[in-house]
């Protein structure tokens, strides 16, 4: 394992380790000592990396993620794992806003809590939240899964395409077009191995599902009041 | 019996198109979206003149003196500016709003003049590409295909605030032009409405976005200069903002620039014109010491060599070019009438980009359309276009006196319209007053 001082190296040396690290190379498993809440840590890598952050990030850690695992010990600040493509991010602790924000692929997960419009945008990403997600989480939310064990702020969901939504607790409100749907077998087998991979120990059967309508697809007038 | 027409006196405040505009809304309940830009008629750089040379300032000689159109953008902080051969630029414009025919055409048009193409909402296609050498990558709030690897493959990078066209507004891609693979750049279901958010997800506010901005630095090496696009509503606090932000570049786009689909209503009732937001942007510019260093690249009715030397003379570093660039592929051509027709329009009036039934070809993903635009002719076209826009901005210079386009200034220029005078900060001709100035 390699150790990185980020507090003694700075950002950029930093990320430009963990951006260069080539397929043959043997470092695979990263140490990140003294994040101090640093910025963009993390962002942009591309390889088959394991990379533990030992403490607390600020925005847009692990931001535009492919391939690697990033693991964060402590809090982040906001778009944890924005526009993620592939790989893994973890948290320990809370996130704050647009968690996975416009995310494509790959699995963000929160142990604790995450703030409003967790998963906004979200365009193929899988998202487990222990905790619960703020106002306006899954807005505009393309594609993907967003699991929250707890409870969910107002405006779940709203102008949702054809991503699919799981709450075990309460749901404040949902937005436009958002509805809660059946839970049928196919989708508690998902849920089940979503929630086996994130390491959430939780039932799936637990949870309600909620997804599109889809009946704002094609802007109609008569429609304008569900806006 | 017949009509004396001398009896017909129309209503200044409701002339035969504010009617047909009523009696539409009362028909179909719902406010009118089309393409282009605002219609209506703006102080802009018509309203300007050069003074040219006298006594005390010596022209160039046409054709013999050289007159230099170089530019480079994003000296700031990029460590690899682009470096164009010419102070103009195409405008963003997205695959989707627009065919891949006409994204590969504009990409060689561009690089055959040595000048750069921009993407637009939906990411980069390859076609596009292939053709653009030096191709800059928009960073928008819907994020469509935004990825890593192309964020690498860039040569800038323009985060999109706002467009002239609809500063405060997203996008609307009407379903009948969401092919499959317009459908799956964006990660959406095909034939449906696909909304572009009017902010960005994971940011407000100039303070997240110098954060945005040292990201994308960051995922770049911070090779790539980072341009900021904004919308002109308050460019000379957006302008300060983004360069605060850490912007290598200010894109700023004024009320007359054109969009793919907006409510009429927001073209024509948002936005300052082009000519007082260019004033601002600079004033903003020089008052921070940031002029020339952060550039400023202007957008909104550029159309001849005119509005390009006149825009730089009033302190931009080069120009951007979106509608006229698609005029020139053919856009409101009189060819194809029939389809024109079938549209409700004619050409040189056609404004129905969001219908994708681009008479034309090149606001369509129809494959039949599409077909009428063929990449290699049409990119001629516009590389014709831009030398004359050249070839008319270097002898608008040589007649100040200049060996270089950006060495034009303010003091070559009048303006005709106390409305001018006051916008552009130049003199009304014949005085030396400038409105709203001791």
């Known amino acids: ?227 | 019996m017949s009509v004396d027409q001398r009896a017909l006196r129309p209503s200044a405040s409701f002339p035969p198109e504010v009617i047909r505009e009523i009696q539409r809304a009362a028909d179909e309940g719902i406010y009118d979206i089309r393409g282009f830009g605002a219609k209506r008629r703006l102080p802009h750089f018509d309203d300007l003149v050069f003074l040219g040379a006298s006594m005390s300032r010596y022209p160039l000689e046409g054709y013999r003196e050289r007159c230099d159109t170089d530019v480079t953008l994003g000296s700031r902080f990029a460590k690899e500016p682009l470096r164009l051969k010419i102070p103009i630029t195409i405008a963003g414009m997205s695959f989707g709003a627009l065919g891949a025919n006409a994204k590969e055409a504009l990409g060689r048009a561009a690089t055959a003049m040595g000048t750069s193409t921009t993407t637009g909402d939906g990411g980069m296609t390859e076609e596009e590409r292939r053709a653009s050498q030096l191709l800059v990558y928009q960073v928008l709030p819907s994020r469509y295909g935004l990825s890593p690897r192309d964020l690498r493959r860039a040569d800038a990078l323009e985060i999109v605030v706002g467009q002239g066209a609809k500063p405060g507004g997203g996008g609307m891609l009407l379903g009948q032009k969401i092919t499959d693979r317009v459908a799956a750049m964006r990660t959406l279901p095909a034939g449906i409405d696909q909304r572009s958010a009017c902010r960005h997800p994971d940011w407000t506010g100039p303070d997240d976005l110098a954060i945005k901005i040292v990201e994308l630095r960051e995922i770049t090496g911070w090779k790539k200069p980072i341009y900021v696009k904004i919308g002109a509503a308050r460019p000379y606090y957006d302008t300060a903002l983004a360069v605060k932000a850490g912007a290598d570049v200010v894109v700023l786009d004024g009320m007359q620039g054109g969009t793919g689909a907006t409510q009429d209503v927001f073209i024509e009732h948002v936005g300052i014109p082009t000519l007082a937001a260019l004033r601002l942007a600079v004033e903003a510019l020089q008052e921070l010491g940031m002029h020339r260093k952060v550039q400023l690249v202007i957008s909104g009715g550029i159309r001849n060599g005119a509005d390009v030397a006149k825009a730089l003379a009033m302190g931009a570093d080069a120009v951007s070019i979106g509608t006229a660039a698609l005029v020139a592929l053919n856009c409101n051509k009189p060819v194809h009438e029939d389809d024109y027709e079938r549209l409700g329009t004619k050409p040189g009036f056609c404004q129905h980009c969001h219908t994708g039934r681009c008479p034309v070809g090149i606001a369509t993903q129809d494959a039949e359309l599409e077909a009428r635009l063929e990449p290699e002719a049409a990119a001629r076209r516009v590389r014709n276009y831009l030398t004359t826009l050249v070839l008319e901005a270097q002898t608008l210079a040589r007649a100040n006196g200049k060996s270089h386009l950006l060495n034009l200034e303010p003091e070559d220029l009048a303006a005709l319209t106390v409305e001018a005078a006051a916008m552009a900060g130049v003199p009304l001709a014949g005085t030396g007053w400038i409105p709203g100035r001791a």
């Open chain 1, 1 to 227: 394992m390699s150790e990185l001082d980020v507090a003694a190296l700075g950002l950029r040396a930093v990320n430009e380790r963990l951006q260069s690290v080539g397929p043959e190379s043997n470092e695979r498993v990263f140490l990140l000592r003294n994040p101090m809440g640093q910025h963009a840590l993390a962002c942009g890598l591309d390889a088959e990396i394991e990379v533990t952050i030992d403490g607390h990030a600020g925005y847009y850690c692990g931001g535009m993620n492919s391939r690697a695992a990033i693991t964060v010990r402590g809090h982040c600040g906001v778009g944890v794992a924005e526009n993620m493509m592939s790989g893994c991010v973890r948290v320990t602790g809370n996130a704050s806003q647009s968690a996975g924000a416009s995310g494509q692929g790959g699995l963000l997960v929160i142990a604790g809590d995450a703030s409003a419009r967790c998963g906004i945008s979200m365009k193929g990403i899988d998202i487990v939240v222990g905790g619960s997600v703020g106002h306006m989480s899954a807005f505009m939310a393309q594609a993907g899964r967003l699991v929250v064990c707890g409870d969910a702020g107002d405006n779940l969901g709203d102008s949702i395409y054809e991503a699919r939504l799981y709450v075990r607790g309460k749901v404040a409100s949902l937005g436009a077009d958002c509805v809660e749907k059946p839970m049928r077998p196919e989708h508690l087998a998902e849920l089940d191995a979503l929630l086996r991979t994130a390491g959430v120990g939780a039932d799936a059967a637990d949870f309600r599902r909620y997804g599109s309508a889809r009946q704002l697809y094609h802007f109609h007038i008569d429609h304008a009041g569900e806006y």
